[in-house]
């Protein structure tokens, strides 16, 4: 049972890193949602994480969330989720590259694959 601090406490744990959130602020009804928002953090860290880790760039991540941790939002040392969200693909645009584009649904059937689709002659 909670006896001390405030009502409601989110976190972000990560490698030793622990980030105190601030409640999500409610949207008024009149205003359309912000599309940047329709993914939970949770999975733009998880993406974010893994390419950075198939890189090796885990290191740069980790430097700029000990950078970020050392400037709270609020006196009472939390973040905002938008500003996490803004470092993570800041640190993905730094380090990330422009995949090149897929082949797979660009080639044409080869010639041999179409004669297999005719029908069999009859005999």
């Known amino acids: 049972m909670r006896n001390r601090g405030p009502g409601k406490w ?3 744990r990560w490698a030793g890193i ?5 409640p999500p602020e409610k949207p008024s009804p009149d205003v359309p949602p912000d599309p940047a928002l ?3 953090l949770t999975e733009i860290a ?3 994480i893994s ?6 760039c885990q290191a740069k991540l980790t430097e700029c969330m000990v950078e970020f941790a050392k400037e709270p ?6 973040f ?13 645009a730094a380090n990330l590259t422009k995949e090149a584009p897929s082949r797979t649904g ?3 059937p080869s010639k041999a694959r179409a004669k297999s689709k005719e029908p069999a002659p009859d005999g």
Do not use: H, Q
């Not at 622990?18 to 601030?22: A, H, I, R």
């Not at 390419?51 to 090796?56: G, P, S, Y």
């Open 73 to 78: 939002d609020s006196p009472g040392g939390r």
């Open 10 to 12: 989110r976190e972000w």
């Open 80 to 92: 905002s989720e938008l500003r996490l969200r803004e470092l993570f693909r800041e640190t993905a």
């Open 38 to 40: 329709a993914k939970p």
């Open 51 to 56: 390419k950075l880790t198939a890189i090796n």
């Open 46 to 48: 998880y993406e974010t």
């Open 106 to 108: 660009s080639r044409k």
């Open 18 to 22: 622990t980030l105190p959130l601030l």
